[in-house]
């Protein structure tokens, strides 16, 4: 059974406090400007009440606030593994076969990453398709290939920088989603298993391997990022999901408006746009909702006018609160 949200969804809307603030002061070209002018409806809804509650995903879920959302809204554990999931979504066989008949077999995905290792913390940086060419990804996976041929895992890749494995065979591990990986919160969910040892003992080998490939001796010398490590996530099986979950899962991602841009003054736009019906419904008193999702938060925010007596107070007394405060990313 699934269950549906009212709210529209935004992931990714939020801003850094001191980015939003740059932003607002200043426009794309450095220059001091009225943003209530530049974005008209992002003043309006400024100017409304902001009754808001959180959600803080815990410590042992594996996933992302979008996914564990949409998991919530399937009426399955939000710690569910996802990789089965996103195989099948990308098209490779054996992911829809073991969908199909329920499977035991073993999903994780592997992706390829930049590893980092500074004074005090691990930094994950991931890659974009663009970043790592087939050739390059080709190379890398033959470099590997023995160790997964004796562990009994099955390769698929569905991009260069993005690899699913199958296994016949239990493997305890558990890890936090890349999002969450290459994230600053990565270490408050560290992997976990029966396995782990295991899994970290061959992550060695293969950044041993990969220090002199060929393929990072290449990027060295074009002063491209290396391909240093790789990030396993997404343990699951076909036992968990289901043909008709699968669907749903697509129905609901495609409500969730995702901001991906790093252009800011780009994203303010876009979002004076899209949050324009909002305000309208506010001055109508409907009251509306959005669900923002971050990285391990989720935030609703109902939005309604201020009462009379309050906005008369105002009037006379103006407060001195952060513009578009709500807009922030909150510290957790």
């Not at 969450?180 to 899994?199: C, M, N, T, V, Y």
């Not at 129905?251 to 901001?259: D, G, K």
């Not at 999702?293 to 609160?321: A, C, D, S, V």
């Amino acid at each position: 059974m699934m269950s549906t949200s009212q709210a529209p969804i935004f992931e990714h809307a939020t801003m850094s406090p001191a980015a939003l603030s740059r932003a607002l002061a200043l426009n794309a070209d450095g220059v001091a400007y009225d943003w209530r002018v530049r974005y008209p409806n992002l003043a309006g809804l400024d100017a409304l009440e902001m009754l808001r509650s959180m959600m803080v995903f815990h410590q042992m879920c594996p996933n992302n606030a979008h996914d564990a959302f949409l998991l919530h809204q399937l009426n399955m554990p939000i710690d569910t593994g996802m990789a089965i999931v996103q195989a099948a979504l990308r098209g490779i066989p054996a992911a829809i076969e073991d969908i199909q008949q329920r499977a035991s077999n073993q999903w994780f995905r592997l992706s390829l990453v930049h590893w980092q290792t500074g004074r005090d913390k691990v930094h994950l940086v991931p890659f974009n398709p663009s970043d790592v060419s087939v050739e390059e990804s080709r190379l890398l996976a033959a470099s590997i290939a023995p160790w997964f041929i004796e562990w009994g895992w099955d390769v698929h890749v569905a991009a260069p920088h993005e690899w699913f494995v199958r296994s016949t065979a239990l493997f305890d591990f558990h890890a936090p989603s890349l999002s969450i990986a290459s994230s600053d919160q990565l270490e408050h969910f560290l992997p976990h298993g029966k396995d782990l040892a295991r899994w970290q003992t061959l992550l060695t080998e293969i950044q041993m391997t990969w220090h002199g490939h060929v393929v990072n001796q290449t990027r060295v010398a074009e002063n491209r990022l290396l391909i240093n490590s790789v990030w396993l996530d997404g343990n699951s099986s076909g036992r968990l999901w289901t043909q008709s979950a699968l669907a749903n899962w697509q129905s609901l991602n495609a409500l969730v408006h995702t901001h991906e841009t790093t252009d800011i003054h780009a994203h303010l736009n876009d979002l004076n746009l899209r949050f324009a019906p909002f305000l309208q419904q506010a001055r109508d008193n409907l009251r509306p909702n959005i669900l923002l999702l971050g990285t391990t938060w989720q935030q609703t925010i109902q939005m309604q006018k201020r009462p009379l007596l309050r906005r008369l107070y105002l009037k006379f007394f103006p407060n001195k609160k952060k513009p578009l405060a709500w807009l922030e990313t909150p510290s957790l």
